[in-house]
């Protein structure tokens, strides 16, 4: 058994970080390090209304756990896409987390805000196989079933979160690193652009900012850390997820990491210091139009999130509308 050594401490370590950490040391550590991502990027304060985007897993609730520890009036923001087996077993240990620590818990459902479920609609569009890939075809556009889920899932939390300052996501270090080489492998800077601790190239009213104070912490991070603090999670897996792009590029950092540590480190560093540029430069180019159909802030005459309401609801035989006018239904 290895011992911590951290201040020549003797306790039994439970991780590795740098050097060989114990229980109460690593949660210092890792605590201390998710405040100075906040701190140095004026992700949050005091002053902030802060609603986090919840899944029920691990990453999530560790940074509801922590903006509440220290900034108290939280709320919890899920997304029940319809997916059994799955969601229903994250929510029901986010609905126990949140009653535990008094948070208030807001829950918006595909099913009673458009009409079907993601697993209704991926039954009612015929299927196309690429290789290992499972995909999903939607009109004349082929998808992968992420493709809609996350358009559909970015658009509720942005509806959601109207009247908050701030969005916190529980993205860490290995999330940003696959979005970075996703990004740069579909040639995509502007995409890119929109990444860092605070997301976005340019400000908008109905756009409620994003921030990721897991920035710098690894993904088994973020689990020790979970599993240490005693959440009461299960650490589940989306069925779809790998089918993903993003599952693929997982995979390949993963093997990088373990031939050569520091990988995922030196992906996202890197990444920062071009980001600054990157900003000023589709900054100057962007422009936040907003969608004919629901008025979200939109890159087109209709967003993503409306074309794909309305294919799916078309192809459920229920009556197109606009996402805002299906919200605005309820």
Not at 107 to 119: D, I, N, Q, R
Not at 323 to 330: G, L, M, Q, R, T
Request: hydrophobic share 35%.
């Amino acid at each position: 058994m290895v011992n911590c050594r951290s201040r020549n401490c003797g306790e039994n370590a439970v991780i590795s970080v740098r050097q060989p950490l114990c229980k109460g040391h690593f949660i210092s550590y890792f605590e201390s390090r998710v405040a100075a991502t906040i701190k140095k990027y004026k992700l949050a304060d005091k002053k902030d209304k802060i609603i986090v985007a919840c899944s029920g897993g691990k990453d999530s609730t560790t940074v509801l756990y922590l903006l509440n520890k220290w900034f108290g009036n939280v709320t919890a923001l899920a997304i029940d896409e319809g997916i059994p087996g799955y969601r229903n077993v994250t929510l029901e240990d986010l609905r126990s987390f949140c009653s535990r620590g008094r948070i208030p818990l807001k829950v918006l459902s595909y099913k009673e805000t458009f009409g079907f479920s993601l697993h209704e609609a991926l039954r009612h569009t015929s299927t196309a196989v690429d290789g290992a890939q499972s995909k999903q075809r939607l009109g004349k556009v082929t998808v992968l079933p992420c493709n809609i889920c996350g358009t559909l899932r970015r658009y509720l939390l942005n509806a959601g979160a109207r009247g908050f300052t701030k969005i916190a996501t529980g993205h860490n270090l290995d999330d940003e690193a696959q979005s970075i080489m996703m990004n740069f492998f579909k040639v995509n800077l502007g995409l890119a652009a929109r990444l860092g601790p605070v997301t976005g190239v340019i400000e908008d009213s109905r756009f409620v900012p994003r921030v990721k104070p897991l920035y710098f912490c690894y993904e088994k991070e973020v689990a020790t850390y979970a599993f240490l603090q005693n959440f009461g999670i299960r650490f589940n897996e989306c069925p779809h997820a790998r089918i993903s792009f993003r599952a693929a590029v997982r995979d390949f950092i993963n093997d990088l990491e373990q031939h050569k540590p520091g990988t995922k480190q030196n992906i996202v560093s890197n990444f920062l210091g071009m980001l600054p540029k990157l900003k000023r430069k589709y900054a100057k180019t962007a422009s936040m139009k907003h969608c004919s159909g629901c008025g979200e802030p939109a890159s087109n005459e209709l967003c993503k999130a409306c074309i794909y309401i309305n294919s799916l609801r078309e192809s459920l035989k229920l009556k197109e509308v606009g996402a805002a006018a299906v919200i605005n239904s309820d």
